[in-house]
């Protein structure tokens, strides 16, 4: 069974600053995709990045950035230069060769100015 | 492109009642979701579609819970008879090849169960 992991209920950084977020995974499958989605309070999901477990280089999409460490089964968001609108609920997500897609329990993440 | 449409928005019920959420998908999309969200227990998988196909409904939590796709562009998820712990945001999502393609969601249907 998959299961994903976020450890941190809540997270703060000040406006341009960078932030790390951590997920943690599991699953018996040897291949799989990985995702960040974004949940701001409009409540609107928002895919942030991917990442595809067999590509040992890291996804990186502008400001957002992956740390992939699959012997490990981490898979931790960067922002860099944190900007007031990345204010959201955070999601880490694991998905299986099947397409069932499981989420962690998110992070919150408060941007200050 | 319209999106993945969910009806209704928010839905006000009482204990005892029955609840149907419906779901448009986007055209073309071969894999539809539903989900559960509460603070307690974050994002749930209740069960997925493939071509219309239940793939998996191992996350619908009692049999007061059913989901149903009758043609690949509409879907709908029925509480009978509801109750409080019921009450939550649930999303439909679709995708094309769910493996590696992301999932686009509805905006949610916020459901209150007094």
């Known amino acids: 069974a998959q299961t994903v992991t976020q450890s941190q209920p809540e997270m703060s950084v000040q406006e341009a600053e960078t932030v790390t977020l951590s997920c943690t995974y599991d699953t018996s499958e040897s291949d799989y995709y990985l995702f960040w989605y974004k949940q701001p309070p409009s409540r609107q999901m928002i895919l942030v990045i991917r990442q595809e477990a067999y590509k040992q280089q890291n996804a990186t999409e502008n400001r957002f950035s992956v740390n992939f460490q699959k012997a490990a089964k981490s898979f931790s968001l960067k922002i860099s230069d944190s900007q007031l609108g990345d204010a959201a609920m955070y999601f880490c997500?694991?998905?299986?060769?099947?397409?069932?897609?499981?989420f962690g329990q998110g992070t919150t993440l408060q941007v200050k100015p | 492109d319209a999106g993945v449409i969910q009806s209704p928005r928010h839905e006000v019920t009482e204990m005892g009642q029955e609840v149907t959420l419906r779901c448009k998908p986007i055209?073309?999309?071969?894999?539809l979701f539903w989900y559960r969200q509460t603070m307690m227990r974050g994002l749930e998988l209740l069960i997925y579609f493939n071509n219309n196909v239940p793939i998996d409904d191992s996350g619908m939590p009692e049999d007061r819970f059913s989901a149903k796709m009758p043609n690949a562009s509409f879907s709908t998820l029925k509480i009978q008879p509801s109750e409080p712990r019921d009450s939550a945001v649930y999303f439909c999502?679709?995708?094309?090849?769910?493996?590696?393609?992301?999932?686009?969601f509805g905006n949610g249907t916020r459901l209150t169960v007094t």
């Open positions: 997500a694991c998905s299986s060769n099947t397409g069932k897609l499981i």
């Open positions: 999502a679709s995708s094309f090849r769910a493996f590696n393609s992301p999932l686009h």
């Open positions: 055209s073309g999309h071969d894999y």
